[in-house]
C-alpha cells in the first residue's frame, strides 16, 4: 500500500520560498510508471495543479505556476519536492502530493495548510 506525507512549515512570509516535501512510503518514486504530482486548494476554490515530476522523464508544471516552481526528487529518500517562490497571500491553500498511474491520480496525501502571511 502506497502511501504519501507531506510535510512542511505551515506559515509563510510574503515574498518567500514555500517548500514542501512529500515522503512515499510502500513504493518507489524511481519507477517510469508513475508520476507524482503537486496540488492545492485555497479556501472557497476548486483543486488546482500545480506540477508533477516523473523518473528519467522530467517535470511537467502548471503555466500559470510555472515561473515560480520548482519541483524535484530525491531517490534515496524516497521523497519529491516542492517549492513555490516569491509567495503572496493568494498562494494559501490546503497542499496535496499525489500519484498518478496510467490512468489516474490513485494515491494522495492527506494535504498540509499553508499560510501566507506576515
Known amino acids: 500500500q502506497v502511501q504519501l506525507q507531506e510535510s512542511g512549515p505551515g506559515l509563510v512570509k510574503p515574498s518567500q520560498t514555500l517548500s514542501l516535501t512529500c515522503t512515499v512510503s510502500?513504493?518507489?518514486?524511481?519507477?517510469?510508471?508513475?508520476?507524482w504530482s503537486w496540488f492545492r486548494q485555497p479556501p472557497g476554490k476548486g483543486l488546482e495543479w500545480i506540477g508533477s515530476i516523473r523518473y528519467s522523464m522530467g517535470t511537467y508544471y502548471s503555466p500559470s505556476l510555472k515561473s515560480r516552481t520548482s519541483i524535484s526528487g530525491d531517490t534515496s529518500k524516497n521523497q519529491f519536492t516542492l517549492q513555490l517562490s516569491s509567495v503572496t497571500p493568494e498562494d494559501t491553500a490546503e497542499y496535496y502530493c499525489a500519484r498518478r498511474g496510467d490512468y489516474a491520480f490513485d494515491n494522495w496525501g492527506q494535504g498540509t495548510q499553508v499560510t501566507v502571511s506576515s
Open positions: 510502500g513504493g518507489s518514486i524511481a519507477t517510469i510508471h508513475y508520476s
